[in-house]
């Protein structure tokens, strides 16, 4: 059976702002990496032997158009204040640092051939975004972007991303610009036009909410939540199996990466609270159930007996799983 992780090597490394840090990575053996396409990412698993964090990173690709493959992945990573994941890597990757990374993974797939794409992209989240303005450019689809952040010196790539896409994109700076208007953004776009967007939860769910104003069906609308899994509150807590196991999952690690990491058997796709295979059943919970999935209803979440382990959690000390 092919193994999911690679051995790679950190072969680079770049200040994109003072948050925001550009990590290439290649093979470890200096084979060719598997292709990534366009709103792939990849899981790193880092931090010791034991590998405590995993991440998802989408793979930005090449930084110009027509450029040859790259022997490497390039991805952002925007540091948190916390001492969590991403703030190990701003303090420890260095070029020649050792990691684990899985073949290219992706649930945030670009449709071809739309009368016009949209891309949305709110701080970070321009990462998948960028590979896909790439690609359309590349096949001379018809599309527009709009990148929105606090302001430009905070915005990764809006360089590059305005020579890629010239008139085609909109850079929207809050601090001077105020918050965009989604919903006239939707209303300007033409008959069957499919938007994806990455960023903030709220954002996106405004644009969600925008579009269902409009009568647009659900399905135009195609999203990222970025790093809804962690939060820079989050806690440790234990998870209690049915054969009496008890699992500690550590505040920047999901419960499905500690079961997996104990050899639990579990079911698991798009990692992200959208495709609902890893939804499990709650026998109990000394707290509250914090939801952060795209896949259950208001009601669902409300009734607190399922829960997606991705990326949901728990505000209390101990969970029990129907596992």
């Not at 390039?74 to 684990?100: D, W």
């Not at 905070?154 to 991303?161: C, F, G, I, K, S």
């Not at 209803?297 to 728990?314: N, V």
């Amino acid at each position: 059976m092919q193994d999911k992780y690679l051995n790679a090597i950190v072969v680079g490394r770049r200040a994109l702002t003072d948050r925001i840090t550009e990590i290439l990575i290649a093979a470890q053996d200096g084979r060719a990496l598997p292709p990534a396409e366009a709103g792939s990412h990849i899981e790193l698993r880092f931090g010791g032997e034991d590998g405590r964090f995993l991440r998802h990173y989408s793979v930005v690709g090449a930084l110009t158009a027509g450029s040859a493959p790259e022997p490497f992945w390039r991805i952002a990573v925007q540091r948190e204040n916390r001492a969590r994941g991403s703030a190990f890597i701003h303090g420890n990757f260095v070029v020649g640092t050792h990691l684990r990374v899985s073949r290219p993974l992706n649930a945030f797939r670009l449709m071809r051939h739309r009368p016009k794409t949209l891309l949305i992209a709110g701080g970070i989240g321009i990462t998948p975004i960028f590979a896909m303005a790439r690609s359309l450019d590349a096949r001379h689809e018809n599309f527009s972007a709009v990148y929105v952040g606090l302001e430009r010196a905070t915005m990764a790539y809006v360089d590059e991303l305005e020579t890629l896409c010239g008139d085609r994109l909109s850079v929207v700076q809050t601090e001077y610009d105020g918050i965009p208007d989604l919903k006239a953004l939707l209303a300007k776009q033409p008959e069957g036009a499919q938007v994806y967007v990455c960023g903030p939860g709220g954002m996106i769910e405004a644009l969600v909410a925008a579009a269902a104003e409009l009568g647009w069906a659900p399905d135009r609308i195609r999203y990222e939540v970025f790093n809804a899994a962690h939060s820079p509150e989050d806690e440790g807590f234990e998870v209690r199996l049915k054969d009496g196991m008890t699992i500690p999952i550590g505040a920047g690690m999901t419960i499905l990466d500690a079961l997996e990491a104990r050899g639990v058997e579990t079911y698991a796709d798009c990692r992200r609270g959208e495709c609902g295979l890893c939804t499990t059943a709650v026998i109990a919970c000394d707290g509250e159930l914090d939801h952060r999935d795209h896949f259950f209803s208001d009601e669902d979440k409300a009734e607190g007996r399922q829960m997606t382990i991705c990326c949901s959690r728990i505000r209390g000390r101990v969970l029990e799983l129907d596992i």
